[in-house]
């Protein structure tokens, strides 16, 4: 049951990963510079008829910073 649910899932994603192109933006002096973004399959691997990427994922830190935000305000506030 341990392969089921843990190893068969973490090689999954691994492959999936390694399929993809990833960018990662990272900076220490703005907030905005930090993402990531993901799409699978790579760009060498899609088709002439079909260069879209099947899935794409953008993420970015602002986002996340908003929302640590909101959860440390409510918690200084409760306090």
Do not use: C
Not at 11 to 16: K, S, T
Not at 22 to 48: C, K
Not at 59 to 69: F, H, I, R, V, Y
Request: aromatic content about 18%; charged content about 20%.
């Amino acid at each position: 049951m341990f392969k089921l649910f843990f190893v068969y899932p973490f090689v999954a994603l691994i492959i999936v990963w390694l399929a993809s192109d990833t960018q990662v933006g990272a900076s220490v002096y703005d907030m905005h510079d930090n993402y990531i973004s993901l799409e699978f399959p790579r760009a060498s691997l899609r088709s002439a008829e079909n260069p879209e990427p099947w899935y794409s994922f953008y993420w970015n830190a602002d986002s996340a910073q908003e929302g640590l935000k909101k959860i440390n305000d409510a918690v200084v506030k409760h306090q």
